[in-house]
């Protein structure tokens, strides 16, 4: 029933690789299927000003695509002198789901930005840029450990992001640009590993849907969420 | 328990009056309690470039705030050059909802923007910008239909939204501005007349919360709409 | 002979409101007929940087149109990314309009900004904004004297403002849009309570005029400020 | 008593030299004294699309500044990336008042831009620019009637201006830098060949003045503009 | 004596991976040691404004960085509402160089888009990415000879550039980061496979070199390029 | 051969004029044949914030046109909100060529900033903008010594700059604008008295050119910044 032959329930294949950027103090490339994003994670001692002071951390996200990284090259932000409405959304919403799972208080006067940029797009740019923006700042913030200025990693959960829709009346797991350009709802779930919930968003595109259609696109976000926080687990050796 | 000394799933007086604005071809002065904004629809027979020639129409939103709508003055964002990021989330949410109820089709080639400016910030403008909207576009398609425009007003269904969130451990309907800064989770609903969900959007404030809290939420969000969609009836004189 | 059947030298039924936006340190809605402002006047205990260190104050204006305020929906600013020019020559005038009737070195290092938004629109709309800021002005300096923050307020004099113009030749009070737009002549008088000038503005629309006509044009203004300066008197207050 | 040396009513020396900018279809160098401003006037055959199709003319004009043509260097305002109020304000005068004295319909649907760069400034940078700008259009006008554009220079008169101020509550015409950054008022008359009115700005920079002291400086203004207005007809040898 | 121990005529391990950009019509990511460039060529069937109609082709570049490209995060052009004056300096520079080779006649009325984005910095990523645009240049055009469009690919010679430099008044070629920033001049040749010049661009960081200096940067320019135009050949099964 | 009826190796005339703008530290107006720069050099006791506290001095350029300074006017760039990547590219030119002269230590924490603004083009406008640009830097450096902020000028060498081109296949000297527009290669010079080199561009406009050209373009240009810095040695009165 899908485009791609893959179960109402079925994931993408999914890979994250550590280290990709040279210079970062952490860094993931993840790919949900064809949707690729380079995450890269920036540690600074110093804090923005509203926050200065106070002893506390900050973390907060930035987002980009490439211009081709659509089917139809789109014009370069930095080129048209403004971010866009949608990007603005997504970056806010990466730096939200990021903070969710952190300790400010336990990260004293440092600040991490991680830059998520969509090297290939299709479909749920913004879930697989939570999860792998999750895996870089979790290395970096290790790296603050090794280099003596944390005693410890201040997260409290890892955290993880998942669309789900309704696509031909059916609910789907992970939807990809196809599915998502012609799906009667969108859901963006975003859980920690103990299944609490960060962000929901969902849009009805067309007409809107029920209460027991939301609940189970829940629940696939439940399934689709504890595959990708355990393969963070795998890539971060956690115990 | 409210610093307001409502019961938890009691909203704050709401009151609509329309025609506030002697221009618009339709409007409404919303009121949710301390929040007030006015919500203005123009009319204009001629869609975006993007659409033209489809022989359907279009619906969307602009929201501003006035510097001192809020207790400190905000920098105004025409001096400032840019909408926020805040700004443009508002404006997108407002659209889509509106659009959800709208049988663009049946409008043919003609464009209603409806403008949402908060006079005074209390908590809540963006779901009182919705519920507001929903108003002044039904009096502007209603013009239409009075000009001979349209035979009659295409809308399938009311819109309205509400915030709920929970407040020291507390699901709590409406959150005021006192509440909103405190709340552990804040989520907004938008929902039809009859209870079909157009939007959610929820977002843990501090740690994540759990699917039942959730459901607490969208149990009292159902019976906030209710009350303003029979408020939306009432000063629209629909059956 | 004018449009609204008003005598040549009548103004506009005006009315002022005080304490309109519940956050302002002074705020006042002022009506000139359908032209509706509303001025909120907010105190800062900072001054711009280029003034800091000597000991006196400021006082600044910003001015603005929501976007349905005209017959005609205009662009928001903000969208646009920025103000127009007629935008800024208004807040200028009323800047300096306020200035002229404040001690600033009175004032010590504290700054009022107030902010003049146009809610609906039918001529005249700098002018009102000038009378109804002086209002809140006023206000905002009076809370400073309640707050013990100023031993007096330091205003030296009362500051209003009317348009004139010539109106198929006739010399004629207080425009509204319809006269205004087919004018021959349009000036605005911005006077004190002790009838000296503080700004005066005029244009010939289309072809020069001559002398004689300005001096009517300013006997119709001292008439129409003494009307506006009474006013204010009454809502403040003053002896 | 003024700083220059000069009588109350004496104007800086003026000069004007035409033909200053070799691609312009006309220029004009103007001098007031240190006051230099280059004019030079662009004539296209098209008008601004809001004017399109009705078969008349338009008059525009754009206003800089160097930015060492002051004692302390500005910033450059193509680096800042906006043009400030103040000189939007004085391009929009220049526009007006060229305007005031042509007579669009007989244009026929073309366009003239004169942009009035000031190359060094000694206070009276708007008069000075309106006065040569005005050489400029005539030269751009006269330059169509040569190529048989238009059957005759459709200019209903000529137009200068010049400011008058109180200083140290003398009222003296044509204020240098000096003068003007202590003057008590500061007005510029806007004024035809024929004496009539097309622009009066006044303001007054620290208290309210009276109306007598107005008519004073508006005598001077008079004055002065024949001045001027005889310079042009001599520049431009007109009968 | 290089901080890389490479010879002074050594380039660093160059690599060519096409296809890398599943939407491109033509893509290539180079790498120059830890300097790594992603090139995606789009091809539309229209042309910009100013040459439309004229029956012939055009080529054109963007360039831009990731923020943590580099050793210390850079602000996002995007964010930062402009891009800088090097990076439009540098997209100018690309384009003109893949024009150089470009039989834009022959094109017919077709634009090609090069897009640049440096995933990874270590000195020369302008040489870099005009050496991978050719490649993905070269690739979409033989798409469109693939997809009937054109009858051949209208290239006449092959362009790729490499910077030369004096470090420790050595003649180097290839900079690297550490010898960029610390090098006596740096120079950057574009060059053809039949070695003619594209472009030179040569820069004295601190005091001036001489012709013989000169002369030895561009003897090695050539050995680089023709290592890099063989690489294009063999990635590309040029004959 | 060529359109003005120069010689291959003859420069236009060229004249200097100093003491142009009264306000600046130096000055200098400089005319290629019909390319007039106004250069105006500002210094300034204080250095920008990324050189602070270092003890040593910094020298930069601001490039600009009068829009009607060329045949067809171009937009403003203060009106269209920002600078062209042709004006920041010439700006930095100018820039990087004054510092590679100036001994920035011995400046000590001094700013110069030479505008270099185009009263007229015909061709060569960044050549002419450098070595007028040398002479006002003299001047202000020079001024600086007689107000006893320095010892001595800080110039270690002059620094002139003069365009080379292949037009119709003959090596031509400092192209006028109809030259610039039909040449088969453009390159541009920046040379110091000693004959070292501080920058090289050269461009092909249509097809790559050889060594053995570029290296005649390197004599003539030889030649032309020759009688430069003779011509700045006798304004400057150096010995």
């Given at each position: 029933?899908r485009?791609s ?17 040279k ?10 299927g064809?949707?690729?994003?380079l995450?890269?994670?920036t540690?600074e001692e110093?804090?923005?000003p509203w926050i200065?002071?106070?002893g506390k ?9 490439l ?7 789109m014009?370069?932000e ?8 949608r990007t603005?959304?997504?970056?806010r ?8 799972v ?28 939570i ?14 450990v ?28 992970d ?8 799906a009667?709802?969108?859901t963006?779930?975003?859980l ?5 919930i ?5 849009t009805?595109e067309?007409s809107?849907f ?7 696109l829940?629940d ?6 504890a595959e990708l ?6 890539i971060l050796?956690?115990?």
């Open positions: 029933m485009p032959g893959r179960a109402l329930d079925q994931m993408r294949p999914v890979s994250l690789e550590i280290g990709f950027a210079h970062a103090e952490g860094s993931c490339l993840i790919k949900f064809d949707t690729h994003v995450c890269a994670a540690l110093r804090v923005p200065r002071g106070q951390g900050w973390v907060t996200a930035e987002y980009g695509m211009p081709r990284a659509t089917n139809t090259r014009q370069r930095a080129a048209r002198g403004k971010q866009s409405g603005q959304e997504i970056q919403l990466i730096g939200r789901s990021l903070r969710a952190t300790d400010l208080e336990a990260m004293g006067e440092m600040q991490i930005t991680v830059d998520c940029d969509v090297i290939q797009a299709d479909g749920g740019t913004r879930t697989a840029s999860t792998g923006a999750y895996v870089a700042l979790h290395l970096a913030l290790r790296s603050a090794e280099r003596g200025l944390l005693p410890s990693v201040p997260l409290i959960d890892q955290v993880a992001a998942v669309s789900c829709g309704l696509y031909k009346q059916n609910a789907v797991l939807l990809d640009y196809l599915e998502d350009s012609s009667e709802a969108d963006n779930f975003v920690t590993g103990a299944k609490g960060v962000e929901i968003q969902g009805a067309d809107p029920s209460e027991d259609q939301f609940m189970e829940m696939l976000a439940k399934k689709g969420v926080v355990e393969l963070q687990r795998q050796e956690l115990e």
